[in-house]
């Protein structure tokens, strides 16, 4: 009510919450709602396809990503006949990627989603240094296992086998900066006479690996 006793009635306003996304809207704001990427995805991809909805009472006249306008199409939803559906393919780069989703209705109100993402086009690696690829050992020794495992990005797993056996697993930490590394040292003891495999597996959240094995 203002002071001359005239009196303005808002339509409600609803606000999703979601972990990782920040969420801005004017009053009379669309309504608006993205299906993907999530929030903190931790990705490998060249790009991400950015999708969502968008409704007003008034109509959608625009909506930009990361201030680019983006094409959008009616969805006859019955129940939001003024309701919009967005789909763009969005360049990323290495590291971390914000956002930013905004939609605006016919009287350039608007609503607005930021959400970060994170890249990882970098390679795993490992070496085993011990044993030496092809080394003879005698019958009865122990076997000293060593092997490095490093990464850059967003953390990493390393794995590594005695034949099929799973000696050890270990995670590495996240660093976007510079590449990190982790090791692992043992011995094997009571082997068998004949040939044996050592293989190493390292894999990162983004989903990029890499393998290597010495038989000795």
Not at 75 to 101: C, I, K, Q, R, Y
Not at 102 to 116: E, F, L, M, Q
Request: proline share 6%; hydrophobic share 35%.
């Amino acid at each position: 009510t203002a002071e001359d006793g005239s009196t303005m009635n808002l339509k409600p306003l609803t606000v999703k919450l979601e972990c990782g996304v920040w969420k801005g809207r004017d009053v009379s704001g669309p309504d608006i709602a993205i299906t993907g990427p999530a929030a903190d995805l931790i990705t490998n991809a060249a790009g991400v396809t950015v999708s969502g909805t968008a409704s007003d009472d008034t109509g959608v006249t625009s909506i930009t990503i990361n201030g680019v306008s983006v094409p959008f199409t009616l969805t006859g939803n019955p129940s939001a006949p003024n309701e919009v559906a967005f789909s763009f393919a969005l360049d990323t780069a290495d590291g971390e990627n914000t956002l930013l989703v905004k939609a605006y209705d016919a009287a350039n109100h608007s609503s607005d989603d930021t959400r970060k993402i994170y890249v990882d086009r970098w390679n795993p690696g490992m070496t085993i240094s011990l044993p030496a690829d092809g080394a003879v050992i005698a019958t009865g020794s122990a076997v000293p296992v060593s092997v490095q495992a490093y990464d850059q990005g967003y953390g990493f797993t390393l794995k590594v086998y005695a034949g099929n056996e799973l000696l050890h697993e270990g995670t590495g930490p996240a660093n976007a900066t510079t590449s990190e590394t982790i090791s692992f040292s043992s011995e094997l003891a009571n082997l068998s006479p004949g040939p044996h495999t050592i293989r190493a597996e390292v894999t990162d959240r983004a989903g990029n690996s890499a393998s290597t094995s010495m038989t000795f």
